[in-house]
């Protein structure tokens, strides 16, 4: 899944009280590869920015075992954990299907997970990607590169428009990250093509 686990994630992080909506997210001055990360995050910056050691942070605070079981309870993709807190939705071992996300997100905006109406509501406010007057996309990229396979890249979320709220799931297979643009931009030229965006 890559950083789309951040939807779930913050939905865990939030119920474990490891942050909050108004949290400070210090930066430990480490030197990483995005500038978008090198500051101090709120959560709306954190998953805004795709900020990796950001959740990686909330990994730790929360573990392996408490993972494993929120895993279970929200039925998201193959369940796995694995061993590495800092890694396992990155290139460890959890799998998710295009289908499979889509089905984890029609319970999100139905409110069917477990968890808190307060949180579902934060997190589909920090999930706003694009704001129009006719419709609004509700979504989160994601880059993953599982052991000398393609980059795989994510586009996962809903619209919401006149005519009705829609639900995607994109993913890009790329030689590299140069592509990873693509993910988004395919996305809304099919939303476009089929008249959900106007």
């Known amino acids: 899944p890559g950083s789309t686990f951040k939807i779930p994630n913050t939905l865990i992080a939030l119920d474990q009280g490891v942050v909050d909506e108004n949290s400070i997210i210090v930066w430990d001055k480490v030197e990483r590869m995005l500038p978008s990360w090198n500051q101090d995050q709120t959560l709306e910056s954190a998953f805004k920015n795709s900020c990796v050691w950001c959740y990686q942070r909330f990994a730790r605070g929360i573990g392996l075992e408490k993972y494993q079981s929120y895993l279970k309870k929200l039925h998201y993709g193959n369940e796995k954990v694995g061993r590495d807190i800092e890694r396992f939705w990155l290139d460890g071992e959890l799998r998710i299907s295009a289908y499979e996300q889509i089905a984890f997100l029609k319970k999100l905006y139905l409110n069917q997970l477990p968890f808190s109406l307060e949180h579902l509501t934060l997190l589909k406010k920090i999930m706003i990607d694009e704001e129009k007057s006719t419709y609004t996309i509700y979504a989160k990229t994601g880059w993953a ?9 994510w586009y996962v979320g809903y619209v ?7 639900f995607f799931a994109t993913n890009v297979l790329t030689p590299s990250n140069q592509q990873l643009y693509l993910r988004k931009l395919v996305t809304l030229a099919v939303l476009k093509s089929k008249g959900i965006l106007e």
């Open 145 to 153: 590169v599982p052991k000398d396979l393609e980059h795989h890249g």
């Open 160 to 166: 919401e428009s006149s005519s009705g709220v829609y």
